[in-house]
T-cell receptor, first 109, second 113 residues
């Protein structure tokens, strides 16, 4: 089993739709969790950290489920500009982040 | 946030030549930097961990003699792809961590012809 697993997609959704991605991790000692966004041929950029209590930033909501070892990202009211690859990142404490393969999102008019 | 600068952003080289990629932390000191490689439609794969003042730690399957890493100062790590082959063509990216957040260089797209 891979350390961090994501459905690669693509998720193809119309503008205004709500879409959710999940990411599972295998290391129960993982301490920090993040969602990064990567546009084509660009470096990944932090979208949001994922806290145990869950967190929300505008149209984006991240949740952590330690018992089932997964994190989720919910995007409401999708915009065309949300089209990108969303990377799940897990850090087990040594600060060598482990990346998921990424989930591709395509938002169409 | 912290700034990591990577250079060059794009390079095309001939088979058999060597290519050096630089990664600089501009506004913080990084005792550790990470080098990743990403093939199309694949995830970022950690190649090696660069440690200032000591030898780099390579991930399994990464040839240390082919991918030379030098981390001579707290703000600069370099990755040299030696005797490059077309299969080395990829997107290489460095990162450094600050307070558990990863900051990335802009990435280098290497094409070996």
């Amino acid at each position: 089993r891979k350390e961090v697993e994501q459905d690669p997609g693509p998720f193809n959704v119309p503008e205004g739709a709500t879409v959710a991605f999940n990411c599972t991790y295998s290391n129960s000692a993982s301490q920090s969790f993040f969602w990064y966004r990567q546009d084509c041929r660009k470096e990944p950029k932090l979208l949001m950290s994922v806290y145990s209590s869950g967190n929300e930033d505008g149209r984006f909501t991240a949740q952590l489920n330690r018992a089932s070892q997964y994190i989720s990202l919910l995007i409401r009211d999708s915009k065309l500009s949300d089209s990108a690859t969303y990377l799940c990142v897990v850090n087990a404490g040594s600060y060598i982040p482990t990346f998921g393969r990424g989930t591709s999102l395509i938002v169409h008019p | 946030g912290a700034v990591v600068s990577q250079h060059p952003s794009r390079v095309i080289c001939k088979s058999g030549t060597s290519v050096k990629i630089e990664c600089r932390s501009l506004d913080f000191q990084a005792t550790t930097m990470f080098w990743y490689r990403q093939f199309p439609k694949q995830s970022l794969m950690l190649m090696a961990t660069s440690n200032e003042g000591s030898k780099a730690t390579y991930e399994q399957g990464v040839e240390k003699d082919k991918f030379l890493i030098n981390h001579a100062s707290l703000t600069l790590s370099t990755l040299t792809v030696t005797s490059a082959h077309p299969e080395d063509s990829s997107f290489y990216i460095c990162s450094a961590g600050v307070n558990t957040e990863a900051f990335f260089g802009q990435g280098t797209r290497l094409t070996v012809v």
